[in-house]
């Protein structure tokens, strides 16, 4: 019996009636309930799609703002391509935990691009060096970002007094774990440069032009690869630079930040303070949509405010005063499907029980001759319980099969 045909003679008082009698007629038929997986769930599960080779996928792993808050993290963009290759575009607050949840090996999270150093850009930065070091990331981590007016103002200077806050984070690793990974490779490069290339390899071309963003140094970015063009704002004012450079990109995220409005009602802003960091400092809803008008990529992705029930309406409608185009405001795991044909856009579920992925290779043990060690001071405060220690190591030798001696 086809329920579908079954319908179109539906009507009237009758309907429900004969409804009943059309599912009763069906269970009476054994027909058996599905059991199979769905072929679509339209949803991104990590894990378990494999990238076509022509595709390009691209997760919002941070779209907040500097204040934390559990639903978004600071801004991050990961970028995955079908050649295997993958980015991470800026690394704000939180988004290390974001990008833990992909089910990506570590040892393939080791280039990172930042627009700029506020701290909801770059602020997890410190996590992912340490966190993909401990996990057996063997090579350095690769960071790229802008340099300033003054030296102290650039990455380099950032990245070299983040190494120093970690000073003690790292001696106190030394011969306890293997600590080759605790590199960092710093390009940086003129944040005056437009349309330069700071990255060519394996046919992924990342360039970078300049942002207009609260003191001189930011800069956005494109990606082109396989003839798909990835493009990013970090945060910027609407500027000359983005007209002509990311024009026409396949996918083009860009700052749409909290309007003023609602930072003056809901986080208590002066109003002169909300207005000027909503339209000066940044791009508001209604200026990006102007932006996006210019750029006409296939899909303009607008973050960078607390994306509710309660706001996300009226951003919309800010945005659709200066943009009829193809929207998606993000939040955090929302996941982009880029190719040539088709750009499709879901939530990627997350395990929140997830643990790191191992790294691909063998974990290397420690160097015990490079511990830096104690002084007799705490040595001598040690209360030493020998035989309860004794027995986890041989406990544990004995499930593993080895022959690791207690300390004595
Ligand atoms: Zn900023
Ligand atoms: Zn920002």
């Not at 997890?124 to 300033?148: E, F, H, I």
């Not at 809803?285 to 009226?314: C, I, Q």
């Not at 405001?329 to 996941?335: H, R």
Request: overall charge negative; aromatic content about 12%; glycine content about 8%.
């Amino acid at each position: 019996m086809n329920l579908r045909n079954g319908w179109y003679f539906l009507g009237g008082a009758g309907a429900c009636l004969t409804l009943v009698a059309l599912l009763g007629a069906a269970a009476s038929d054994n027909q058996p309930s599905p059991t199979r997986a769905l072929p679509d769930r339209d949803a991104y599960y990590p894990g378990t799609e494999n990238l076509a080779e022509d595709e390009m996928r691209v997760t919002a792993c941070g779209t907040g703002m500097p204040n934390t808050r559990p639903k978004q993290a600071g801004a991050c963009f990961l970028v995955e391509l079908g050649n295997g290759d993958k980015f991470i575009f800026d690394i704000g607050t939180g988004s290390a935990e974001r990008l833990s949840g992909l089910a990506i090996h570590y040892d393939y999270l080791d280039k990172v691009f930042i627009g700029h150093l506020h701290a909801d850009h770059f602020g997890d930065l410190a996590a992912l060096w340490v966190g993909g070091a401990l996990n057996n990331r063997q090579r350095p981590l690769r960071v790229w970002g802008p340099n300033s007016t003054k030296p102290e103002y650039g990455t380099a200077y950032a990245v070299d007094h983040m190494e120093k806050m970690l000073t003690w984070d790292a001696a106190s690793r030394l011969g306890n774990v293997n600590t080759r990974g605790l590199q960092i490779e710093v390009n940086e490069f003129d944040y005056k440069g437009v349309n330069q290339v700071i990255y060519e390899e394996n046919g992924v071309t990342i360039r970078s032009f300049p942002a207009v963003h609260a003191l001189d140094g930011p800069v956005s970015f494109t990606l082109e690869w396989n003839g798909l063009k990835f493009a990013f704002s970090s945060d910027t004012y609407p500027n000359k630079w983005w007209m002509k450079y990311a024009k026409g990109a396949d996918i083009a995220i860009h700052v749409c930040f909290q309007p003023p409005i609602i930072m003056v009602k809901k986080q208590k802003f002066p109003v002169r303070d909300a207005l000027n960091v909503g339209t000066q400092v940044h791009t508001s809803p209604s200026m990006f949509g102007k932006v996006m008008s210019m750029t006409e990529p296939r899909l303009a992705v607008g973050y960078h405010f607390f994306n509710d029930f309660d706001t996300t309406p009226f951003v919309e409608r800010q945005v659709r005063t200066t943009y009829g185009g193809r929207l998606a405001l993000a939040v955090d795991y929302m996941v982009f499907n880029v190719t040539k044909d088709d750009i499709r856009v879901r939530m990627a579920v997350i395990n929140e029980d997830a643990w790191p992925l191992p790294s691909v290779t063998e974990k290397l043990p420690a160097d015990p001759s490079q511990r830096v060690g104690f002084t007799n001071f705490l040595i001598e405060g040690r209360v030493v319980f020998e035989d309860v220690i004794k027995k986890v190591y041989d406990d544990t030798n004995e499930e593993l099969g080895t022959d690791v001696e207690a300390p004595k």
